[in-house]
């Protein structure tokens, strides 16, 4: 297993090719990780995904994440595919991937709201000797199924997510079917003049998480079962919860402070339209191995009322409206408020822009209301959304994804 050379960790050695299985064999399983073999995947990842970290401190960020209160008791799932009739001490990993429990709801036309435990999929991976060969694309078939019963109490799931970052086919051709990616990216700027136009904003601190998470569920449970008069029947949601938010800010607290030894401390914005409607963002930071890659993402936009689930659509055409009617101003400020405010915590940090993931019309108004450049990106490579339907039906014709937001990532 993993070995150590001069002080630094090394990555346990590939096998011989020519003794790899092929990948139709019967004898290949997915199966979860010895503690062992989750370590020895994290010290072959690190090679392409520690970012800013040495691969030192990326094994140690992967442990501070495994602590969390999203990721502990059972909540992250290390998996990797082998050939049963490996006999070898260690067995050979031929591709793995992690999974993390998410609390979700899927709400129906009739209106039933049925509270459920879905997975969302991270950290595919097959090193470098291994590609070519079909076992990721094995390994997601059998995840497919495995998942379908894994953690349900003896039921079966409805769905699983994840985020591909190498384009829509290769998930989809394995059961997961991309979801509108789209976002607006807007300039970081320093604090001006500009605020006096806008709402003020009061800082988000830890301790406040778990009351507007609270308020959040609250929020989305309300209004999940106001559907529209045409269009999908199921609605499905990831619940923003402060289990999945605190995962975020645990990850950008640890390579914050190991990379600038500052630790941030805001983490978001909240304020109040004139008739007393809340509306707050949470946000977290990522660091790139580049500094001008460094990009600030908002997880959540929360705006009470906002009964409408729509996506605006790509395009120059896109301008913030809905069916012909301009958004309430005074929500458009407020959301403007929070965004600004993201956009000078952003400066504070030297983050280039900071991105809002599948914007409503109304949030798109308000990006336009700070920037006459503000547009939106349909995203084709990097983190689409993507959805595994354990249903009936076509689940692009069936299912809506609402609140399909940055928080949902992992």
């Known amino acids: ?27 290949l399983e997915l199966v979860p990780a010895t503690a062992e073999e989750a370590h020895a995947c994290i010290l072959i990842n690190s090679q392409s995904w520690s970012g800013p970290l040495t691969p030192e401190a990326y094994v140690r960020r992967e442990k501070h994440l495994a602590a969390t209160s999203l990721a502990r008791n059972g909540g992250l799932t290390s998996w990797v595919l082998i050939d049963s009739a490996d006999k070898n001490s260690p067995r050979t990993i031929l591709s793995a991937c992690e999974t993390l429990r998410k609390k979700a709801i899927v709400a129906r036309r009739d209106g039933e709201i049925k509270d459920v435990v879905t997975h969302g999929i991270g950290s595919v991976f097959c090193r470098d000797e291994y590609r070519g060969r079909g076992y990721a694309g094995r390994m997601m078939g059998e995840l497919g199924r495995v998942l379908e019963r894994w953690q349900q109490n003896g039921g079966t799931s409805t769905f699983n997510v994840l985020y591909s970052d190498i384009g829509k086919k290769f998930y989809a051709k394995n059961g997961w079917k991309p979801f509108p990616s789209l976002h607006i990216s807007l300039p970081s700027c320093k604090s001006g003049d500009r605020e006096q136009e806008l709402p003020d904003t009061v800082p988000i601190h830890d301790e406040d998480i778990d009351r507007l998470c609270q308020q959040d569920e609250d929020m989305l449970r309300e209004s999940v079962s106001n559907f529209k008069q045409d269009g999908p029947n199921t609605r499905v949601a990831l619940i923003p919860d402060a289990e999945t938010l605190r995962w975020h800010h645990a990850r950008e607290e640890f390579v914050a402070q190991e990379v600038l030894q500052r630790h941030p401390k805001v983490k978001g914005a909240y304020t109040k339209t004139n008739n007393g409607k809340k509306v707050w963002c949470m946000w977290t930071r990522i660091f790139s191995k580049k500094e001008d890659e460094n990009t600030f993402y908002i997880l959540r936009l929360a705006i009470e009322g906002e009964d409408d689930f729509g996506v605006v659509s790509s395009g120059p055409e896109s301008n913030g409206t809905s069916n012909g009617q301009s958004p309430h101003q005074d929500r458009i400020a407020a959301i403007a408020a929070c965004l600004r405010a993201a956009q000078v915590e952003a400066s504070r940090w030297n983050m280039k822009s900071v991105e809002i993931w599948n914007p409503s019309p109304t949030v798109l108004a308000a990006a336009k209301n700070l920037s006459s450049k503000a547009e939106i990106i349909d995203r084709d490579e990097e983190s689409i959304a993507s959805l595994l339907w354990y249903g009936k039906g076509n689940v692009l014709e069936t299912v809506e994804w609402v609140r399909n937001e940055k928080f949902g990532w992992c």
């Open 1 to 27: 297993m993993p070995s150590e050379t001069n002080g630094t960790l090394q990555p346990p050695p590939a096998a011989d090719v020519s003794t790899l299985p092929d990948n139709t064999m019967n004898t």
